[in-house]
């Protein structure tokens, strides 16, 4: 900022204003670019860096440890100090206030009860003038990069970053991911302030402004520059809600057993070709990294599913996946890799087994047994194993099929009699009776290891099997 701009010290030595310092001396030389008047509760959040609060105390909170937040707080928005007039409404100032002040180098003023605020006002307006002229000229050139909003938001960044001489990031407050930031300023200081700013249109989405020391965004500008970064990031969030619904609408078909038609629009072009791995994690956990994979703009699809939130992450991202969701705070385990995308189910129910058995120690699990997708890795070895292991019950009648369902769903339930039973919608006796006609079917017994681990192949095979495989 320009050193011709005036300063708190010279409101002090301006003897016709009869304003005289209380605390803060080390902070007279702060600049003052604007003085405002404010009985608000809250000062802070409506004035802004180098804005000289004048109040007759009703802001002013009476406790001595409130008294020093409200210093603090003025100080870490970066106001130029405060200016209190000698009035009945101010209450008595603690020392903790005064101490704060003085810590901080934040100056207290005293207006005498003959000052009016107004001609505290005029005295920093007359003296800034040139700098006002400066700050609605920057306003202009703002509005005209404005017009890079939807088309280039990247472009905007770097060219209002060139123009306010500070860094900006868009924020997601969800996942603390960065959706959108300039370039890094080479000379920025280690002691650079830092201060955050909620989007008009999206409350979870904030601006960081990183600013060098005494040359902080005005509040005069930082209102248009939060409205034009409004604008240019909303198109960002409306493709990031858009790719995290499709993403979601596609991995619930393929947890139904259906190929949708848009699935390379949604995992790109071959994302799969060296395999997948279905990840599991908690469901309250779910909209968090379904939000950062799509902020990433990673080929990977998410959603909810039974008793599990699922990703479907191609084997080779996989490294990048671990890294985001370990990086979130999320605890999860990968099923084992999978070519068929018709093995999604089965994939899911492998992970939901890891993240269930595993301990809660571990941040992230692997699949440790026997990969499902080496026993169906064709549809004629599915076909095989079905045909072996089930026969007759392979048919495709209602009645048969109606059998299968309740052998799978027995399975699937790790042969917990009350879930399966609750789950086809069927009392215990007639799951027992089906289970007795499996066994006249089939020739296999449930009760029996080897039978048990026969039926589990072809429960496993069954996604790929075909009557007619070649």
């Not at 008595?92 to 505290?120: C, H, K, M, Y």
């Not at 084997?315 to 068929?340: M, P, W």
């Amino acid at each position: 900022m320009d050193q011709s701009v005036l300063t708190v010290n010279d409101l002090v030595s301006t003897q016709s204003l009869g304003t005289r310092l209380l605390a803060g001396a080390n902070g007279l030389e702060r600049q003052v670019l604007w003085a405002h008047s404010c009985e608000l509760s809250d000062p802070d959040r409506w004035l802004g860096p180098h804005e000289l609060l004048m109040t007759v105390g009703l802001c002013v909170p009476r406790e001595a440890e409130e008294q020093r937040d409200f210093v603090r707080k003025l100080d870490e928005a970066g106001l130029a100090g405060v200016t209190l007039g000698d009035h009945p409404s101010l209450p008595p100032l603690s020392q903790e206030l005064l101490d704060e002040a003085d810590l901080r180098g934040f100056p207290v003023l005293l207006a005498n009860e003959e000052t009016p605020f107004a001609a505290i006002g005029r005295t920093v307006a007359a003296a800034t003038a040139s700098t006002q002229t400066l700050q609605v000229l920057k306003l202009s050139k703002l509005y005209q990069l404005s017009t890079y909003a939807h088309a280039d938001p990247k472009r905007l960044m770097d060219d209002l970053q060139a123009l306010l001489r500070a860094r900006l990031s868009v924020l997601d407050t969800q996942t603390g991911l960065t959706i959108i930031e300039g370039p890094l300023l080479a000379t920025m200081l280690v002691k650079a302030r830092e201060r955050s700013y909620s989007l008009p249109g999206d409350a979870k989405v904030k601006l960081r402004i990183t600013e060098f020391p005494g040359e902080e965004i005005s509040s005069f500008l930082l209102i248009h520059v939060l409205q034009v970064i409004d604008v240019a990031v909303s198109q960002l969030l409306s493709s990031i809600r858009g790719r995290a619904e499709r993403s979601a609408h596609t991995l619930e078909a393929l947890l139904e057993g259906r190929i949708p038609d848009n699935l390379d629009a949604v995992l790109k072009p071959g994302a799969i070709a060296a395999g997948y791995q279905m990840v599991a994690i908690a469901t309250d956990q779910g909209p968090k990294a379904a939000r950062a994979v799509s902020i990433g703009g990673m080929p990977v699809l998410a959603g909810p599913g039974r008793n599990s939130f699922f990703l479907l992450m191609p084997e080779k991202i996989r490294k990048d996946v671990r890294q985001l969701l370990e990086g979130l705070g999320i605890r999860a385990a990968a099923s084992s890799t999978h070519i068929d995308l018709r093995d999604a189910k089965f994939a899911a129910e492998e992970a939901h087994k890891v993240l269930s058995s595993g301990g809660a120690n571990h941040q992230w699990l692997d699949f440790a047994g026997v990969p499902i997708s080496l026993l169906t890795r064709s549809r004629k070895e599915a076909s095989a194993i079905v045909q072996q292991v089930l026969g007759d019950l392979a048919a495709p009648d209602a009645k048969t099929s109606a059998l299968r369902e309740t052998l799978f769903a027995f399975l699937a339930n790790d042969r917990r009699w009350n879930e399966t039973a609750t789950q086809l919608g069927i009392h215990r006796q007639t799951l027992s009776y089906r289970l007795a006609k499996i066994k006249d079917i089939t020739g296999r017994d449930i009760s029996s290891s080897g039978d048990l681990s026969a039926f589990w192949l072809a429960y496993q095979a069954w996604a790929s099997y075909s009557p007619t495989s070649d």
